[in-house]
């Protein structure tokens, strides 16, 4: 089984920064398979921020988040990140690490975002 812990959440003001963290844990080898950090606002679905790749030279971003963030992993600390730059008001959302192991989607509980003046 597979757990995901995510951290650093938290109130910032727009234009600040904020760095999440997923701590993996388990029996199983992570490293083979692709992470991502997702993000769900209230009254909205579920929606995908970044993925990133076993080998980490593979990364993918939505439009809405491409120069502002950066998705990174650690395989040997089994930990996955989230560098948000520039955060807009539009990016509060409580943040979600999955990661996809050959079909079999698993998630953390979630951290919360939210960026106010």
């Known amino acids: 089984q597979v757990q995901l812990v995510e951290s650093g959440g938290g109130l910032v003001q727009p234009g600040g920064s904020l760095r999440l963290s997923c701590a993996a844990s388990?029996?199983?080898?992570?490293?083979?398979?692709?992470m991502s950090w997702y993000r769900q606002a209230p009254g909205n679905q579920r929606e995908l921020v970044a993925t990133?790749?076993?080998?980490?030279?593979?990364?993918n971003y939505a439009d809405f988040v491409k120069g502002r963030f950066t998705i990174s992993r650690d395989n040997a600390k089994k930990m996955l990140y989230l560098q948000m730059n520039n955060l807009k008001p539009e990016d509060t959302a409580l943040y979600y690490c999955?990661?996809?192991?050959?079909?079999?989607?698993?998630w953390g509980q979630g951290t919360q975002v939210t960026v106010s003046s």
């Open positions: 999955n990661i996809d192991r050959w079909g079999t989607n698993f």
């Open positions: 388990g029996t199983t080898i992570y490293s083979i398979n692709p």
């Open positions: 990133i790749g076993s080998s980490s030279t593979s990364t």
